[in-house]
């Protein structure tokens, strides 16, 4: 028909994201975050108990905006009984949504203290369909996931792993339904697809590509957790997770330890008679123990020591 490019994009939506909202207008969203008046959705990839980051740091954002004044809803997967034993930690099981939404909120309270008297009403936690691909270890949502907010909710929207959302997105197209669509980048696909048994370069390559389309057609910004994540269009390199307190604790108790011990040698207690250190090696890992974490390329630094 003749039809340039732009034209087509215009069709198919994707014009929004190269017509964002500006400046002065992000800086006006953001402070209607926080006051109230504006409505945050936050959707991701997957729920606690999976102690996976896509379930764990979205929580946490939802429930510190909602401590600040936000009104927040937060969109997780609900999953058959049959593929939560496939997931979930010690066995846990939840036979309905609100269950698990009650065991959600206990492990706010309780690891991150933040309960009702926090949060109030302002957090609010919905469910949609989905099921869990074996092969793939993800979570894939079935439906429209634009459908379960109302039409007083099209404020901002942040997608966790806005790529993995979109692979089989077939709804309105998010930058037309929220004013602010920002995505967080959380998972290295293209390193996983190389690593794979079934992938390599091409398959990496093929997924990378499939990711910028979907982080480039469906977000006015992406923010990547590091520059070790591939390059996206309009990214920017942001810690949007910030440290839990948790671990805070632990290195107060570690330099706590590393005073007494050095105290100790000050005054004069012998070599074999000091406080065991608190580590006995030059380093410390904490993350989860998983090949496709990049092992590999550890272990091939360590022996090129």
């Known amino acids: 028909s003749g039809r340039g490019l732009r034209d087509l994009m215009q069709d198919w ?7 964002g909202p500006g400046r002065s207008e992000c800086a006006n969203i953001v402070a209607g975050m926080l006051d ?15 102690l996976t980051g896509t379930a764990v740091n979205p929580l946490l954002r939802a429930a510190y905006l909602a401590k600040r004044g936000a009104r927040v809803t937060l969109l ?8 939560q034993r496939l997931l979930f930690p010690q066995n846990l099981t939840f036979a309905k949504p609100a269950d698990q939404e009650a065991w ?13 008297a926090e949060l109030g009403d302002r957090l609010t936690i919905r469910w949609y369909a989905a099921r869990y691909h074996v092969e793939k270890g993800s979570v894939l949502a079935l439906g429209d996931l634009t459908s379960y907010f109302a039409d007083d ?10 790529e993995h959302l979109n692979w089989f997105h077939h709804g309105e197209h998010w930058c037309q339904r929220w004013a602010l669509v920002i995505g967080i980048i ?17 398959a990496a ?16 910004k992406s923010i990547k957790l590091s520059d070790a994540l591939p390059p996206l269009p309009r990214a920017v390199t942001k810690n949007t997770h910030g440290v839990r307190s948790e671990f805070i604790h632990i290195g107060e108790e570690v330099a706590e330890q590393l005073k007494a011990r050095a105290a100790a040698a ?19 890992f904490i993350g989860k123990m998983l090949w496709a974490k990049g092992h590999r390329e550890l272990f091939q630094l360590l022996d090129a020591l």
Do not use: K
């Not at 909710?153 to 806005?162: A, I, K, Q, Y």
């Not at 959380?186 to 091409?202: D, F, I, K, Q, V």
């Not at 004069?268 to 006995?280: A, C, N, R, S």
């Open 36 to 50: 109230g008046s504006r409505h945050v959705a936050i959707v991701t990839t997957a729920s606690l108990p999976w």
């Open 76 to 83: 997780v997967p609900w999953l058959a009984v049959p593929e």
């Open 205 to 220: 390559a093929l997924t990378q590509q499939i990711n910028r389309w979907m982080c480039g057609g469906y977000c006015h």
């Open 186 to 202: 959380h998972t290295n696909y293209w390193s996983y697809a190389r690593s794979h048994e079934t992938g390599g370069l091409m």
């Open 153 to 162: 909710e099209r404020d901002v929207c942040v997608l966790e792993e806005p």
């Open 266 to 284: 000050a005054a004069g207690v012998p070599p074999e008679e000091l406080p065991q250190p608190p580590f006995t090696a030059g380093m410390y």
């Open 13 to 19: 939506g994707q014009i929004n994201w190269l017509e």
């Open 104 to 116: 959600t909120r206990r492990w706010l309270e309780e690891r991150a203290g933040m309960g009702a």
